[in-house]
């Protein structure tokens, strides 16, 4: 098809906005590179890539910035501090809006206060469209299909040997401070980390595991009928109360969130191992589906140039504020990120 509207990325010259832009070009997109800094902007943009120089906090020239665009990614995190004008500047160009974010908080903003305004306008909003959540929502609803309604939905991440860029620990510190809540019993209820705790079975045996911020309590509702809806870590479970105090941390890991490398080297990012599993359970019967995978970074780029791609080519359905799965069919999506991340089974239990 013709590609004569650009994908802008807010933050292209950040450590994940660089893979986003690398995983764009290798798809064919047109890019459109956006920042504060003219000369990082000048020294990343490929030739005949667009620059526009706008802040993340300045609404006006974000629109400016975004004006002709199909699609936005947004990689200006924190999010709850700096992310909302760049959802209201794409939803007034009126381009499809895809982020990062890793912060549930932020993400019940995006559905519940900028989804009405995204319809109308018939634009969609894909939130927290990365390693942190779509793997969780989408193996969500492969494990629930068949077996609604559902008592519950239970969701679980294991990462091993990941380095994590200045970006993800800043938000790490904002997020051990922002509210959190669960869905229980068909209504959201506060929540927090390591309010509750689990054992789950990965590929390598069972494993205990801690609740935390997930933005799966927010998703799966939206396109599964069930009525609990949980997102968990892996962690010993004795490390449950210590991480309900980490409210208390937050501040010290924001500080040191400055420290250390910009992001882990492409060979650190191939060794990082991770699996995803879902676990749906109901009258029906119960199912377990587990995803595997390497890179988190990549494939966080991987993902959100997928997932423009899809916008622009008309392979996402609806409009608004909108889940993963809601939006994408889960199985043909998952085959288009290989080999970062595939289906490892799917078990009835």
């Given at each position: 098809m013709a590609r004569d509207r650009p994908l802008a990325v807010l933050g292209a010259t950040?450590?994940?906005?660089?893979?986003?832009?690398?995983?764009?070009?290798?798809?064919?997109?047109?890019?459109?590179?956006?920042?504060?800094?003219?000369?990082?902007?000048?020294?990343?943009?490929?030739?005949?890539?667009?620059?526009?120089?706008?802040?993340?906090r300045d609404l006006d020239t974000l629109v400016a910035a975004f004006d002709g665009a199909f699609a936005v990614v947004s990689l200006a995190g924190p999010f709850l501090e700096l992310g909302f004008a760049p959802v209201q500047a794409a939803i007034r160009a009126g381009a499809h809006y895809l982020d990062s974010s890793g912060e549930q908080e932020f993400a019940w903003h995006?559905?519940?206060?900028?989804?009405?305004?995204?319809?109308?306008r018939g634009i969609a909003l894909l939130t927290s469209f990365g390693f942190d959540y779509v793997p969780g929502d989408l193996a969500a609803r492969l494990a629930a299909e068949g077996l609604e309604p559902l008592d519950e939905v239970a969701i679980?991440?294991?990462?091993?040997?990941?380095?994590?860029?200045?970006?993800?620990?800043?938000?790490?510190?904002?997020?051990?401070?922002?509210?959190?809540?669960?869905?229980?019993h068909g209504r959201y209820v506060p929540s927090r980390i390591g309010a509750t705790t689990r054992s789950f079975r990965f590929p390598w045996g069972e494993a205990g595991a801690v609740e935390w911020g997930g933005t799966e309590p927010l998703t799966v509702p939206r396109h599964t009928d069930v009525g609990t809806v949980r997102s968990y870590v892996r962690a010993p479970r004795i490390a449950a109360p210590l991480m309900r105090l980490?409210?208390?941390?937050?501040?010290?890991?924001?500080?040191?969130?400055?420290?250390?490398?910009?992001?882990?080297?492409?060979?650190?990012?191939?060794?990082?191992?991770?699996?995803?599993?879902?676990?749906?359970?109901?009258?029906?019967?119960?199912?377990?589906?587990?995803?595997?995978?390497?890179?988190?970074?990549?494939?966080?780029?991987?993902?959100?140039?997928?997932?423009?791609e899809a916008l622009e080519r008309g392979e996402a359905s609806g409009s608004g504020a909108l889940a993963p799965a809601e939006a994408l069919d889960p199985g043909a999506f998952l085959e288009k990120l290989e080999p970062l991340i595939r289906l490892e089974s799917v078990e009835d239990v």
């Open positions: 950040g450590y994940t906005g660089r893979l986003v832009c690398a995983a764009a070009r290798s798809l064919g997109i047109p890019l459109r590179l956006v920042g504060r800094r003219r000369e990082a902007l000048e020294e990343l943009a490929a030739s005949r890539e667009e620059i526009r120089l706008a802040d993340a995006v559905f519940e206060r900028f989804g009405p305004s995204a319809t109308a679980a991440y294991a990462v091993s040997s990941i380095a994590s860029s200045h970006g993800t620990r800043r938000t790490i510190g904002h997020v051990l401070a922002q509210r959190q809540v669960a869905y229980e980490a409210h208390l941390a937050a501040p010290f890991v924001r500080i040191a969130g400055a420290l250390g490398p910009a992001g882990p080297s492409e060979r650190t990012r191939s060794c990082a191992r991770f699996a995803v599993v879902a676990e749906a359970r109901g009258r029906a019967g119960a199912r377990r589906v587990t995803l595997t995978g390497t890179d988190v970074y990549g494939l966080t780029g991987l993902l959100l140039a997928r997932g423009a």
